[in-house]
């Protein structure tokens, strides 16, 4: 073959073979191709942890990881997985470790709880990327193994050895084109080193725009979609703030009616409980409601407490007696005891004015006012003994004034004409005519400075003692001839009181004769009490059980027997068998 022509190579031969190939000058390879050397092992990574991972409400942002068997997540601060949010349950959902995998279920809270939109009713496997909503607030899952590996990490994880990837082998061909082989015998052809450069260079600059105008694209988007998420943002916040707001004014509301139903203001509580169910009717609605029921009950007896206290400040016992009557069972129970003990200290002051009223006997105007006193007072204290007499004594000096009809007495004893008007219960009239013939009669003196005693110690009559009730008593029959006057009711009642008060003391403490002693002094001032007679009664049984005692022991105690005998007689009248037979005992024991 001729040497080619000076500055030109040869084109390279085509090899149709290996053995071609080698006889083209390029050096032949025997034997097998040595294998690569395996690359070190690389560590792997620690397991992933499932989690979830809060997206909206007031724990954005933060993650939760999922350990243990399972967990509770609600607004408690003990909850393993703790929202701060208002609309979250104290316990409001439970999530557990399955054989499947984590699973959620809702706990009874009262929003109730959603997976991807949907409420949770039963127990529901999770998912990598689930949602659960919990009122305001979105929880993503993340599994454990739920994200996607890398490129590297998944080439580690690819098997080694016998479907390793053969080398590339490479060859010129005559065009200048490189040639690859793929290991299988086929040659891929390339036009990389046959390409024009200006054509490359269009191409990169036409990539790089493309590239460059997506980035920016995409910048834009993201700056776009960063704006609108933080204007949502910004909006959740501004509702949640406001929600909050809302909230707190709520229950301040409900404290401040909650405190004056604590105060029995029942009217301005009801103001308040119906503000609420028309700023919120959900914020706490059973139990606004249980209040509005009861202030609707509660506030027409308030309403007559208050009526009621206004008549007693303005000593209207009827009037304030009704109101209190017409209270029902209410819970201002020690309010309506405070008008009732108002009510009775009002009785005792008017009941005091009343006594001072006596004196004043003859004068018309006086004693209808102590007749409507006591009608009045009557009103509070139905049974009220004193009160009925001072009524009696009002309406019978009204009808005596009215009607005059006692003659004038002999000139010659004029202290008769004083005893008989004090008697019909004339005080005023009988001190006129004592102190007018007082110069010329000693009894006239007598009844003068008797009259004046009676009426000062009639104006103090509570704080007199028993003996001198009686001692009053006797005084008024003194000055009246021998018998009561009209004007000795209300010491009659103040000592029939004082008296059987002490002969109830004496029976409870088992002093039979003290009390039938003071029972008898009881039936002298009143005939007719019913207490005095049934305690006579009652002493009588006892004096004859006493004899009876007595009787057995005359022989074998006869000391005893005189004493029981004693007691008999002190517990029986004169006049009375069991008397008589006791009295025969003792003088025959002292004789043996």
């Excluded at 993503?140 to 080439?155: I, N, P, V």
Aim: aromatic share 4%; hydrophobic share 35%.
């Amino acid at each position: 073959m001729p040497p080619p022509p000076s500055g030109k190579q040869p084109p390279p031969r085509r090899p149709s073979s290996a053995t071609g190939t080698a006889a083209a000058g390029v050096p032949r390879r025997t034997g097998a191709v040595p294998a690569a050397r395996p690359a070190p092992a690389r560590p792997r990574p620690a397991p992933a942890i499932s989690k979830l991972i809060a997206q909206s409400g007031p724990a954005s942002g933060q993650e939760f990881a999922l350990e243990g068997d399972e967990l509770v997540i609600g607004r408690a601060a003990d909850n393993p997985v703790s929202i701060p949010d208002t609309s979250v349950s104290r316990k409001h959902a439970l999530v557990r470790k399955t054989a499947e995998g984590w699973a959620v279920s809702d706990l009874g809270s009262g929003n109730g709880t959603m997976l991807n939109g949907e409420a949770v009713a039963d127990e529901t496997t999770l998912s990598d990327g689930d949602v659960i909503t919990l009122g305001d607030t979105e929880l993503r899952y993340s599994g454990a193994g739920g994200g996607s590996a890398s490129a590297g990490e998944a080439a580690e994880e690819r098997p080694s050895g016998g479907s390793r990837r053969p080398p590339v082998r490479t060859a010129r061909t005559g065009g200048g084109a490189i040639e690859r082989s793929t290991g299988r015998g086929r040659p891929v052809r390339t036009s990389r080193m046959a390409e024009d450069p200006e054509e490359a260079k269009k191409k990169r600059r036409k990539i790089f725009l493309i590239v460059g105008g997506s980035l920016v694209l995409i910048m834009a988007l993201l700056v776009g979609w960063k704006a609108i998420d933080n204007k949502r943002q910004l909006a959740r916040r501004a509702a949640e703030m406001q929600g909050r707001e809302h909230l707190a004014a709520m229950a301040d509301l409900f404290k401040e009616a909650k405190g004056l139903v604590r105060q029995g203001k029942w009217a301005e509580a009801k103001a308040r409980l119906e503000e609420m169910q028309a700023e919120d009717p959900d914020y706490e609605s059973r139990q606004v409601e249980n209040y509005l029921k009861i202030a609707d009950a509660e506030i027409p007896n308030q309403s007559l407490l208050a009526s009621a206290n206004e008549a007693i400040a303005k000593g209207e016992l009827g009037r304030a007696a009704g109101e209190l009557a017409r209270v029902k069972t209410t819970t201002q129970e020690a309010a309506l005891r405070t008008a009732k003990d108002a009510l009775d200290a009002k009785a005792t002051e008017k009941m005091a004015e009343a006594r001072g009223l006596l004196a004043f006997a003859s004068d018309l105007a006086k004693m209808e006012q102590l007749k409507a006193l006591c009608e009045d007072i009557l009103q509070v204290r139905v049974d009220d003994r004193e009160a009925s007499e001072l009524k009696k004594t009002a309406e019978t000096s009204i009808y005596r004034i009215k009607n005059p009809t006692v003659a004038p007495p002999p000139p010659d004893t004029p202290w008769l004409e004083v005893s008989q008007r004090f008697k019909n219960g004339d005080s005023s009239g009988a001190l006129s005519l004592a102190q007018a013939c007082a110069n010329k009669f000693a009894q006239c003196r007598t009844f003068e400075a008797n009259i004046k005693d009676f009426e000062a110690k009639s104006k103090r009559l509570e704080e007199l003692s028993e003996n001198e009730l009686i001692a009053l008593y006797d005084l008024d029959k003194k000055i009246a001839g021998g018998q009561s006057s009209e004007l000795s009711r209300p010491v009659r009642t103040q000592l029939v009181s004082k008296l059987f008060v002490k002969a109830s003391q004496a029976k409870t403490t088992g002093n039979w004769p003290r009390a039938i002693e003071l029972a008898r002094k009881v039936q002298q001032a009143d005939s007719g009490h019913v207490g005095a007679q049934a305690l006579i009664n009652e002493g009588r049984s006892q004096a004859r059980e006493a004899y009876l005692r007595g009787y057995q022991l005359r022989e074998s105690s006869p000391d005893e027997a005189i004493r029981l005998f004693k007691d008999v007689m002190n517990m029986t009248p004169p006049d009375d068998e069991t008397h008589q037979k006791a009295k025969s005992r003792v003088a025959e024991l002292q004789r043996n």
